[in-house]
T-cell receptor
Framework: GNSVTQMEGPVTLSEEAFLTINCTYTATGYPSLFWYVQYPGEGLQLLLKATKADDKGSNKGFEATYRKETTSFHLEKGSVQVSDSAVYFCALSEAAGNKLTFGGGTRVLVKP | DTAVSQTPKYLVTQMGNDKSIKCEQN?????MYWYKQDSKKFLKIMFS???????INETVPNRFSPKSPDKAHLNLHINSLELGDSAVYFC???????????FGPGTRLTVL
């Protein structure tokens, strides 16, 4: 079956540092890939997505590129802020209306 | 103008009780989902409905019974609550022809 593996946290950074969260996946077909973010005490928000190989999703300074050859979708941000402190989830979906399969989440803590 | 809403936000109850969580979306989406997030933040699909029809039922105990009175609502009823049911339950919805899901704020269920 499908699976998503992402680096375990917590990841602790100083403000303006570079952030990378690794995500790799296993899927039988050609899934869409997502990053969701969960701020403390809140629900999940879609951060970005990519639907096919070599697509780059971007939002709020975050980027991730769909790499089919390495089955990866790593999340990056060049300069983090304290407000980026949250739990980040990598996920995949095989098709519209299908379930999302999530990674275990990575907690990021940005210190001033 | 909340897109996906859930009630209640918090639910504290005793073992053996029966409880319901309600979800409503005003996005006009056809598909709705229930996910469970455990204490380690791991997210897993429970059910999905498309236009009131059950599509996904992921080996969830029979004590959990989803009900969709119309395509804008998906409720979750839980019988004979157990300690292990303590979790955050998220409702989500998605439009047709896209695999992006939009999440509600979550319901934190605590079984004592």
């Amino acid at each position: 079956g499908n699976s998503v593996t992402q680096m375990e946290g917590p990841v602790t950074l100083s403000e303006e540092a570079f952030l990378t969260i690794n995500c790799t996946y296993t899927a039988t077909g050609y899934p869409s890939l997502f990053w969701y973010v969960q701020y403390p005490g809140e629900g999940l928000q879609l951060l970005l997505k990519a639907t096919k190989a070599d697509d780059k999703g971007s939002n709020k300074g975050f980027e991730a590129t769909y790499r089919k050859e390495t089955t990866s979708f790593h999340l990056e941000k060049g300069s983090v802020q304290v407000s980026d402190s949250a739990v980040y989830f990598c996920a995949l979906s095989e098709a519209a209306g299908n379930k999302l399969t999530f990674g275990g989440g990575t907690r990021v803590l940005v210190k001033p | 103008d909340t897109a996906v809403s859930q009630t209640p936000k918090y639910l504290v109850t005793q073992m053996g009780n029966d409880k319901s969580i309600k979800c409503e979306q005003n996005l006009g989406h056809d598909t709705m989902y229930w996910y469970k997030q455990d204490s380690k933040k791991f997210l897993k699909i429970m059910f999905s409905y498309n236009n009131k029809e059950l599509i996904i039922n992921e080996t969830v105990p029979n004590r959990f019974s989803p009900k969709s009175p119309d395509k804008a609502h998906l409720n979750l009823h839980i019988n004979s609550l157990e300690l292990g049911d303590s979790a955050v339950y998220f409702c989500a919805s998605s439009p047709p022809v896209t695999d992006t899901q939009y999440f509600g704020p979550g319901t934190r269920l605590t079984v004592l």
